[in-house]
């Protein structure tokens, strides 16, 4: 590609070239290098209105070669019944991390999506029980269906049970994932009763309120708290976080925005009281589960620099295809 074009991707050609096990490839290199030292830490900025709000999240990976890249996205959680909207909007702009170019301006959601599954399946990989077969989605939208195809591909699921406010949804959820996956995918209206029935538990809602408590989950639970991606979100009580083996994706950003933040200010947790970032995990730095009794819980904030590394691939990808629109900022 000419020094002076940049590449559009669609949301239609990022689908074509990314799939959920090569996002995940990508995003456990993510966590490795970040677990090294070898990646800077990666910035946040939040911006809140009324009814949603927009962040930006930025980092930079030394990949093929440096990259630089910077997600902006909205997320409104009444979009669908409001304006037929996705919940989630956004772009993310890679640049040459040496030269400082911009490379590609790309749609965020897919990758957002799949960079949020991919590491559910990273942090299920070592932290999940390895006989792991039966889980509970709790959240019956996109990020949900994505889940349960991550975690089939990092464990032998055997059973699935979902949970959805709109027993509409998770009706039709559990009937989609079924006949597509070959796993028997069930709703279920008790999110408690089914949580301790399972191995592992993924909550990806935007809910301001707990969903489980410390009595709601059984030894040797691994969950992933997916939702809470901005202060106001909350999906698990501070008693759960109390008694949980804790493995953050970014300690400080969990520490406004994930449910640890809210453990936090309940004064039942401290930052010392976290055992571990994930990629100190992945990169051998920490043990991960150490018995079959821990609960452990995966605080999954969504890290910037698993954006960089999947829309990177994209983006190798793109050029060695002849994929996307190229456009010329040139005079």
């Known amino acids: 590609m000419n020094a002076e074009e940049i590449l559009l991707l669609t949301p239609r050609e990022i689908q074509g070239l990314l799939s959920i096990d090569e996002c995940i490839v990508a995003v456990e290199h993510a966590f490795h290098l970040h677990g090294e030292g070898k990646a800077a830490p990666p910035g946040v900025l939040s911006m809140h209105t009324h009814d949603g709000g927009f962040h930006v999240k930025a980092g930079v990976l030394e990949l093929s070669r440096p990259y630089f890249g910077a997600k902006v996205n909205g997320n409104f959680a009444e979009n669908g019944k409001r304006f037929g909207l996705p919940t989630i909007q956004g772009v993310i702009v890679l640049c040459d991390a040496e030269k400082g170019s911009p490379l590609a301006v790309m749609d965020s959601r897919g990758i957002t999506s799949l960079r949020t599954g991919a590491a559910t399946a990273v942090a299920a990989k070592y932290l999940a029980c390895r006989d792991s077969h039966t889980a509970t989605i709790c959240g019956c939208g996109n990020q ?18 979902a949970y959805d406010k709109s027993e509409e949804q998770a009706l039709r959820f559990a009937r989609n994932l079924t006949e597509e996956l070959a796993i028997p995918v069930t709703s279920v209206t008790d999110l408690p009763v089914a949580v301790r029935r399972s191995d592992i538990c993924v909550t990806c809602t935007p809910s301001r309120q707990p969903l489980l408590g410390s009595d709601d989950v059984r030894p040797g639970t691994f969950i992933a708290a997916v939702g809470a991606d901005s202060p106001e979100k909350q999906e698990l009580h501070s008693s759960l976080m109390a008694k949980s083996k804790i493995v953050t994706d ?4 969990c520490a406004v925005m994930g449910d640890l933040h809210h453990a936090l200010d309940a004064g039942v947790l401290t930052q010392a009281d976290v055992y571990a970032e994930l990629g100190d995990v992945v990169a051998g730095k920490k043990q991960g589960r150490e018995s079959d009794d821990e609960i452990i819980i995966f605080d999954s904030t969504g890290m910037a620099l698993q ?21 010329s900022f040139a005079a």
């Open 144 to 161: 949900g269906r994505i889940q349960v195809r991550a975690l089939s591909r990092v464990c032998n699921l055997q059973n699935v049970f």
């Open 250 to 253: 970014i300690l400080q950003q």
């Open 307 to 327: 954006d960089v590394a999947a829309a990177a691939f994209v983006y190798e990808k793109a050029e060695r295809q002849g994929s996307g629109v190229r456009l």
